[in-house]
């Protein structure tokens, strides 16, 4: 943000003081859209400013509030006289409205409550800014957000708006620093609504930041590469951050989203147009996660998908299969003799393959020089050596789906840091981590949670957020990773490049789950696949 706001202020486009102005016209704005019944008539609000541009903000929003007939009484946590020069022009002008008074820990006078007449609380206290613990302010950060809670069933508490990110929360990694045994989320202040500039912030769709924002509006201050679709592109819905020219590919972020050009499909192809993903399961009695992934793959457009099992469990699955074909696959070098076929351009290792076939296998497929998708047992049979596995996928086009367990398996020392108690602003989070893994492996690394990460070797990274409209809890069921792992592994025979495949499949996995709804298990989710793939309009 910061490089995206230099360069606008330098190219002369515009000033500092400008795009403070519209931020905080864009949050008086969102609060109105959110609450229309505080934009019929003027009411009560206190503002809480801080010491950096995010009070400058706040004091914006005071004055505007003032000049809609509003009653506005504003604090200030920290000195007037070293406010930044935007922020301190924007107290200058708030001055000859009205008070400004101190905040510590026994401002708010009373505290906003039910029954004093205070609609809305401004947070503006810190922003992107916030370089270390926010703690001082504990008790009047717990009455706001009692607040907070109480106004969601009851009008007569005040709403929250937090300005940018709700104070405290680290707008970097979504990480509360300084809560070392405590839950943030019982004493920190949280908001109703935040309202944001430009572009979300990884703080708002990593961690606590989907639970402590409330909902999250991106306003638009003018600034170029911001969230707007290109001329006539497609976008998902959920919206895109945009693409900046001022910061580089490599440390960019991006939501996820998924190419729709490419999982059309077009007249005149025919199957092997799309490509042959192999999926390996393991032995009689464990092959149902291996056969959803199949399923999965096949679903995702594949033109063929093979499951090889071995010879033992050969009745089993053709009890099961059907438009998914079949291969007896004793052991590697069977595998070897399979992938003579160069039509096999996809495989799919992990999801119930047992570890000891998994590490006979893995080296085989991974030395083929085929796309490749390691999950669950793939990944587990090298925790005692990753540096083994690691040897093998570097270069390769190979996509690793650890959830957290399976990543600290493999990254423990990566996993280490980001359970650690965040103590500073921009804490170590999962964006950190799976650029550092991804590196460390050579290969795309997806790792899985409500905020799935996905990256690639060179530091290339997308967030696929299930949060806020697109939460979908039911998607925690037994045999949905393989079912995410089949999606990839039918990407990637599809031609799709390993993070291209990644980002599309979580993309749509979340669709998939968000489309079918509660009750939700894994077998839903191929079976939902054409319904969205409708909704898209392929
Ligand atoms: N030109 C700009 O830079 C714009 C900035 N905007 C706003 O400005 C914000 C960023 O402003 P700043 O960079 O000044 O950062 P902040 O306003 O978030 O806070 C920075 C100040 O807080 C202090 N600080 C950090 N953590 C602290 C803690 N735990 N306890 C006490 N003090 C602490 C810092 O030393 C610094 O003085 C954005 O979030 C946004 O709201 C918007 O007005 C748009 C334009
Ligand atoms: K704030």
């Not at 505080?38 to 010491?51: I, K, N, S």
């Not at 749509?508 to 793939?533: K, N, T």
């Amino acid at each position: 943000m910061r490089a995206i706001e230099e360069a606008a202020i330098a190219s002369g486009a515009v000033t500092g003081l400008e795009l403070m102005e519209r931020a905080g016209r864009g949050v008086v704005e969102a609060v109105f859209e959110e609450w229309p019944e505080l934009a019929a008539a003027p009411q009560r609000a206190v503002v809480l400013c801080g010491p950096g541009n995010n009070g400058g903000d706040g004091f914006v929003v005071a004055r505007l509030l003032r000049e809609w007939g509003w009653e506005v009484e504003v604090y200030l946590y920290g000195d007037a006289e070293k406010l930044p020069p935007d922020a301190r022009v924007n107290y200058g002008r708030w001055v000859e409205m009205g008070a400004v008074r101190a905040l510590d820990e026994d401002a708010p006078d009373g505290y906003p409550d039910e029954g004093d007449g205070v609609a809305l609380i401004v947070d503006a206290i810190f922003g992107i800014g916030l370089t270390r613990p926010f703690l001082t302010l504990c008790r009047m950060q717990d009455q706001v957000n009692l607040c907070n809670a109480a106004s969601r069933s009851n009008p007569a508490f005040p709403h929250v708006v937090a300005v940018d990110v709700p104070s405290g929360l680290s707008s970097d990694s979504g990480a509360y620093p300084g809560y070392e045994d405590e839950n943030p989320l019982d004493s920190c202040m949280l908001a109703n609504l935040t309202v944001t500039f430009h572009a979300k912030k990884l703080g708002h769709v990593l961690g606590y930041g989907p639970d402590a924002c409330g909902k999250v509006v991106v306003k638009d201050i003018g600034l170029e590469g911001g969230g707007r679709p290109r001329g006539g592109e497609k976008r998902p819905p959920g919206g895109a951050v945009g693409r900046c020219p001022a910061v580089p590919p490599g440390e960019r972020v991006t939501l996820a989203e998924p190419s729709f050009y490419r999982l059309s499909k077009f007249p005149g192809e025919h199957k092997y147009s799309h490509g042959h993903a192999l999926i390996l399961s393991g032995g009689p009695g464990r092959g149902g996660a291996a056969r959803l992934a199949a399923r999965g793959a096949l679903r995702i457009g594949a033109g063929l998908v093979t499951l090889g099992c071995p010879p033992a469990a050969l009745i089993e699955n053709a009890a099961q299969l059907n438009a998914v074909m079949l291969r007896p696959l004793r052991d590697a070098e069977a595998l070897a003799e399979l992938l003579k076929d160069g039509r096999i351009n996809a495989l799919g290792l992990g999801p119930g393959l047992g570890l000891d076939r998994a590490r006979a296998l893995v080296p085989v497929a991974l030395e083929s020089g085929r796309a490749c998708v390691l999950d669950a047992d793939a990944l587990t049979a090298f925790a005692e050596a990753p540096e083994l596995l690691f040897g093998l996928t570097r270069g390769t086009a190979t996509v690793l789906t650890p959830h957290g367990g399976e990543f600290a398996r493999l990254f423990p020392d990566i996993a280490e840091k980001l359970t650690a108690p965040a103590q500073t602003g921009p804490a170590y989070c999962r964006v950190d981590a799976a650029r550092e893994a991804a590196a460390r492996a050579g290969c795309v690394v997806l790792l899985k949670g409500p905020d799935t990460v996905i990256a690639d070797a060179g530091g290339r990274c997308a967030v696929n957020s299930a949060a806020y409209e697109r939460a979908v809890p039911w998607l925690a069921t037994a045999g949905a990773g393989d079912v995410l792992a089949g999606f990839i592994a039918g990407l990637l025979a599809r031609g799709f490049d390993p993070r291209g495949a990644a980002e599309t499949a979580a993309w749509l996995h979340v669709e998939c789950a968000r489309s079918f709804g509660p009750g939700l298990i894994a077998e839903d989710l191929p079976e939902e696949l054409p319904q969205v793939f409708r909704a898209l309009g392929l």
